[in-house]
């Protein structure tokens, strides 16, 4: 949806996130108290700005398994998965977050990516019996965190995961939904949660190169065992005889600095100093309320996983995320 504007721009203390979040919130006035309370299961998130796609006909699911990397021909109803489509040379081109309710496939992805990914449904759709919407000016996202016992809206679709619930909304449903389930959160205190889980985001920690197999969503989005779909070959060639080119890590940031490192910052050993040279780029950082400046870094597999790094200029200590 051009220009975009949440309603729950509104609330009071909102203020207006950056792209890739713009149209809702980045916070309400109070960083540390939004993600308190998500990570206490209480309030929700806006999501709004979300692209929302359904899949429905008779072979939807059977469709839709030989397109994903993820093993959906048996979903069940109610069963939340996430997947990826691949291109031909196995990069990751878009990450799909769904749910079947019995007759249609929900899912929702990054905002602006519904026409490529629709443009690359109906090329593929053949004999099959099956219909693709894109429903982002019908229906919202909103995510209720891990732990919220708020009841869900009547007859809407949800995802229901380890971290939370995404709900598929009806649109002008969202001024009485938040009403309903407040306090509201902005999208930076659920970026904080997710850099703190680990979870990789398409566009942020991912580029043109992106194979699955350095962020880690061989463990939620890609089913190894299954038939053959686009770039499949890259996938099992790369599991099988070697190891991807990159990493995923998680970054403890030296609290002592004020700015945080931007989308795209380089990564250098720290031995180096600020002259070394780039062995990885910053893809996401953030204030968590209890861990303090955090990032999401992708970098050569083969960096120490034991090296003291420089996150633009910031001194930071690595986790692992994914094995070297």
Known sequence: MPSYSSPLLSLPGAVAADEPDAGVAAHYG????????????????????????TVSGADRLSWLHLLLTQAVAELAPGHATEALILSAKGHIEHA??????????WLHTEPGTAGPLIAYLESMKFFYRVEVAERTGEFAVVHLPAGSIAADPAGAVVRQ????????LPRAELPAFAAAHGPA??????????????????????????????????ETAVHLHKGCYRGQETVA?????????????????????????????????????????ALGVVTT???????????????????????????????????????A
Do not use: C
Request: proline letters at 6%.
């Open 96 to 105: 799909l977050y769904l749910v079947d309710d019995g007759g249609t496939t």
């Open 185 to 218: 959160a902005g999208v930076l205190a659920f970026e904080a949660l997710r850099v703190e889980g680990h979870r990789p985001r398409l566009g942020r920690e991912t580029d043109h190169r992106t194979i699955p197999h350095e962020l880690g969503w061989l």
């Open 161 to 168: 995961t380890a971290y939370g619930r995404d709900v598929f």
């Open 285 to 323: 950082s953030a204030r968590h309320h209890e861990l303090g400046p955090i990032a999401l870094a992708v970098i050569k597999r083969n960096v120490p996983a034991d090296a003291e790094l420089l996150a633009g200029d910031t001194p930071a200590a690595q986790e692992t995320v994914v094995d």
């Open 237 to 277: 060639r790369v599991q099988n005889l070697g190891r991807p080119p990159r990493r995923l890590v998680f970054l403890h940031l030296d609290g002592s600095e004020v700015r945080l490192p931007e989308h795209g910052a380089p990564v250098r050993l720290a031995a180096d100093g600020a002259e070394g040279r």
């Open 30 to 53: 109070d960083l540390f108290r939004e993600q308190r309370a998500l990570a206490a299961g209480e309030g929700f998130v806006d999501l709004s700005h979300r692209d929302v796609v």
